[in-house]
């Protein structure tokens, strides 16, 4: 079998020289900062955004619309790129990004402000999505973690620079800035993506698959809004509702429509599969719960610093700079021990048990603990993170067919943003319950009945202006709804753990996926590698002929091959 796929005459073929390959790396990663930081620097402004719009039953909904987009839009723009080729489907994520920031910024209440979240989401999606997939298509495997390091690093600078920045910017000019200043570096995002990415493109001949693409939207929207339900209706989890159960049964009529497309497509939008690859099942099943548990804790410790500490809005997110420098030290460590050695297992095991014990750890929170102790706390959840969150996509990567990288790269991210989405509004919906609760009770004994309008408008400001015993009550009632709520999320990091155990290690590959199909050479001195395969061995002679054109066996059999110990 031959080495590549064959280079159409009329295709002009990248040589991907380090000069290249950086240049795209640099446009990637100014692309992926911007997506990743609008995921985190709505939160330290939240408790500001919702005090003025009025808004505290439904503040999860600004970030989970924002996530439940993201991960609708990463399938689409995984399988479009695979078809068509990245470079406009990536300009097209940026523009779309940018222009939803405009109607963010410019929202006068809390509709307009999540429409816009999830139209931004559609675009920052495809942002992170292709950021990877490029990335692959590019760099070979075993060269990889040198660069998928910095961007793990970049999602843990995003994770603490976006609240440090959002809290800046909303005791400065005003929250909606926090928008705004998505514009500028927009438009210079598309500058250089324009002129940087020069990638091939190229038409499918396959139908595209729309069965898929709607039965996903609405299974993925049905997921959510079950699980969001207490944020949505005053009477909770009733399920005498018509409303609820209709939309389970809907929900669930979706996941089973999806399920039988996808056998029956030509190209379907996740190819089932997939799933017969161990490592694709494994590591899709660890970025579900991580998912879960990593954007669940991020999503609401700045709004505990703000209420339950009387920290302010910048000094927030300057508290958060600990998480940064964990998850960038163990992520770039990781990736260039990866790179230097080839074993990769380690890391998201050793990574899942730290990010157990931080999340115990922040059981313990506290309105008058040490910020010392809170860093350490911290320091510990995001060096955890930083040793699992690029490893996995590097294995998952690894191990398919490079004809499909996008596909699987995007199918992985889609159930860990699945996770995220879900663990997000579970997690905002106990929070949220216990702090109307505790606010009810700290309410009902103010002076003339204070409760309902007092709770709806709380800003941090307003918080540090009440009159004891009031203000300590309510720094309380937010300690003692947060603090507790992380032992919902330690179950889930330990089945993660398990999981993890079991990974399969697989020889990384040292072939870049678009040297594989055949669409560029590393340099020109190697331009020749095209025209006759290198002499291989062993298990490289596997993963090689998986090269070629995929079959229904799919990346199974390069896995099944390739295994060198775990």
Known sequence: ??????????????????????????????????????????????????????????????????????????????????????????????????????????????????????????????????????????????????????????????????PLLGGWLTEGPGWRWTFWINLPVGVAAFVVAWFALKLPSHRSSRPVDWAGIVTM???????????????????????????????????????????????????????????????????????????????????????????????????????????????????????????????????????????????????????????????????????????????IVLAVQNAVDPHELGTATSSNNFFREIGAAVGSALFTTIFTTRLTDNLTDVFAGAPGGAGGAGEASLTPAAVQQLPEPLKTGVIDAYADALAPSFWYLVPLVVVGLVLALFLPVIKLSDIAGMVARGEAVADPAKAGALDEPPVVDGADEVAAAAVGTPDDDGPGTRERADIVGS
Do not use: C
Not at 14 to 32: D, E, K, N, P, Y
Not at 225 to 254: F, M, Q
Not at 308 to 314: D, L
């Open 1 to 162: 079998m031959s080495h590549a796929a064959p280079v159409a005459p009329d295709k002009p073929v990248v040589v991907l020289t380090q000069r290249t390959v950086w240049l795209i790396f640099g446009a990637l990663m100014a692309s992926m900062f911007l997506s990743s930081l609008d995921q985190t620097i709505v939160g330290t402004a939240m408790p500001t955004i919702v005090g003025e719009l009025n808004g505290v039953e439904h503040q999860g909904w600004v970030v989970t619309a924002y996530i439940l987009a993201v991960a609708i839009g990463m399938p689409l723009y995984g399988k479009f790129g695979d078809l068509m080729g990245r470079r406009w489907p990536f300009l097209v994520a940026i523009g779309l990004f940018t222009l939803a920031s405009v109607g963010a910024a410019l929202s006068q209440n809390m509709i307009e402000l999540v429409l816009w979240r999830a139209v931004q989401g559609l675009g920052g999606g495809g942002l992170m999505i292709l950021s990877q997939s490029i990335i692959a298509d590019i760099v070979p495997a075993s060269e990889r973690g040198k660069y998928m390091g910095p961007l793990g690093a970049l999602f843990g600078i995003s994770a603490v620079f976006g």
């Open 217 to 391: 939207a609405i299974a993925t929207t049905g997921i959510v809004l079950v699980t969001s339900w207490e944020s949505l209706s005053s009477s909770g989890y009733d399920w005498t509702d018509w409303r609820l159960s209709g939309l389970v049964v809907l929900t669930l009529a979706a996941v089973a429509g999806f399920i039988v497309a996808e056998t029956r497509v030509a190209e379907p939008l996740i190819p089932l599969r997939l799933f017969k690859n161990r490592t694709f099942t494994i590591t899709t099943l660890i970025g579900l719960v991580l998912g879960m548990g990593m954007f669940s804790a991020m999503a609401m410790i700045p709004t505990f610093l703000q209420m339950s500490t009387g920290a302010g809005v910048t000094e927030s997110g300057w508290l958060m700079l600990p998480m940064m420098a964990g998850m960038m030290l163990t992520s770039i460590v990781s990736g260039l021990a990866i790179s230097k050695t080839g074993k990769y297992k380690a890391y998201p095991v050793a990574g899942l048990i730290v990010v157990a014990l931080a999340m115990v750890w922040l059981t313990r929170l506290s309105g008058d603990m040490s910020m010392w102790t809170f860093g350490a706390m911290i320091f510990t959840l995001g060096a955890g993170m930083g040793l699992v969150m690029q490893t």
